[in-house]
């Protein structure tokens, strides 16, 4: 659609077929640059709360939070990009915010965030943190231009979750488990 939508812009009326006017339509490039900051914003305050989260169950360094609370396959993950950096940055800077929710998910971790993080409020585990998966799938265009502005709808979503973390995670708010606060 992106790709016709750039035909369209440079052929007008030549080129305008119904389903990539409505496509057209439904984006918003200020919002897809709101929403990027937000999301950055969200990355800077989960990285916090997930590390000192972790630094006061397991302790600080490498063989503290890192080891014992951050699963060996994200583990493995950072450690190639940081050989592939030539180790420009310490290991953690490598996490990528889908991370976190596998983080957030392991052996007993969640015990520690669930409080925080549960905004849907039903299923497994890994379910609970769709949210931050789809939020993922959000950043993989706000962080790539070539992909696109995103509809409003993912940026209503974006705003969503950003008021959430916000709240909850930030400022250490427990959520009633019985009363989810984001439908997916």
Request: a neutral charge; aromatic letters at 10%; hydrophobic letters at 35%.
């Amino acid at each position: 659609m992106q790709m016709m939508a750039i035909i369209n812009s440079a052929k007008g009326d030549a080129f305008a077929p119904p389903e990539v006017k409505e496509w057209v339509e439904s984006q918003d490039a200020q919002g897809t640059k709101q929403a990027g900051e937000m999301i950055d914003d969200i990355n800077r305050i989960l990285f916090k709360d997930v590390r000192e989260t972790l630094e006061a169950k397991f302790g600080e360094g490498e063989k503290g939070w890192w080891i014992k609370g951050v699963p060996p396959k994200v583990r493995i993950e950072c450690d190639t990009l940081f050989n592939e950096a030539s180790g420009q940055h310490e290991r953690w800077q490598y996490l990528h915010l889908v991370n976190y929710s596998e983080i957030v998910t392991y052996n007993e971790n969640w015990d520690l965030f669930k409080e925080y993080y549960d905004f849907l409020g039903s299923g497994k585990k890994s379910d609970r943190m769709r949210w931050l998966v789809r939020l993922n799938r959000a950043r993989q265009i706000t962080h790539h231009a070539e992909k696109g502005p995103l509809p409003r709808e993912q940026i209503e979503y974006v705003r969503r979750v950003h008021a959430l973390v916000k709240e909850y995670i930030e400022q250490r708010i427990k959520l009633d488990p019985k009363k989810p606060v984001l439908a997916d």
